[in-house]
C-alpha cells in the first residue's frame, strides 16, 4: 500500500517541504512502530504497553532546537513517576543519540532511531522526504494506545508548544489515576 504524500506539508525557514504518512488525530489507535535503541536494540510501542507515553519526534538532536526540545522533555520527566514513558524519536543514528545522551546528561528521556527504515516516521506523518529527517511533533498515547495528543509543528525552525502538551499529559495522568 502506498504511503500517501502531503506536498508542503511541513516548511524549513519557509521553503516548503513533502511529507511522507497520514496526518494522525486524537481518538486514533497509535501505529505500533519498530525503532532502534542506543544500543542497537529494536525497541517497539508495545515494549511499553500499559504505559502513558509521551513521543517527541525531532529533526536532528545535533540541532539547537531539538537538543532544547529534549533537554526540556527530560527535565519535565524527572517530575513523573515509572508510569510515563518519554521517547525522543529521530532519524538520527543510534550512534549520534548514544554520544548526544553522554554530552547532555539526559537519562530520563529514551532517544531513538527510525534511520533503518523510516517506518515510523512514515505511519506517524512526519517523513520529510526532501531531507529525510523527521517533522517536529509531539504525540501523547494513553495506556490503551489511544492517541490522546497529536501536535505537528508546521515549520521545522519551530518550536513545540510545551505547555499544551505537558497540559495534556497531566490531564491525562490525572484523569487515569
Known sequence: ??????????????????VRGPVLQVGQ???????????????????????????????????GLCDAQTRRFNEEATGFSDEVVVLTISADLPFAQ??????????????LSCHRDMAFADAYGVHDVDFRWCQRAIFIVDRDD????????????????????????????????
Open 1 to 18: 500500500m502506498a504511503v500517501p504524500e502531503r506536498p508542503g506539508g511541513v516548511t524549513f525557514k519557509g521553503v516548503p517541504h513533502t
Open 29 to 63: 489507535k497509535a501505529p505500533d512502530f519498530t525503532v532502534i535503541a542506543n544500543d542497537l536494540s529494536e525497541v517497539s510501542l508495545a515494549d511499553t504497553a500499559g504505559k502513558i507515553r509521551l513521543i517527541s519526534v525531532v529533526p536532528s538532536l545535533d540541532t
Open 98 to 111: 548514544k554520544r548526544w545522551c553522554a554530552a547532555a546528561g539526559v537519562d530520563r528521556v529514551q532517544t
Open 146 to 177: 489511544i492517541i490522546r495528543y497529536v501536535e505537528y509543528v508546521p515549520e521545522i525552525a519551530q518550536p513545540v508548544n510545551f505547555e499544551a502538551a505537558l497540559g495534556a499529559l497531566r490531564e491525562l495522568i490525572s484523569s487515569d489515576s
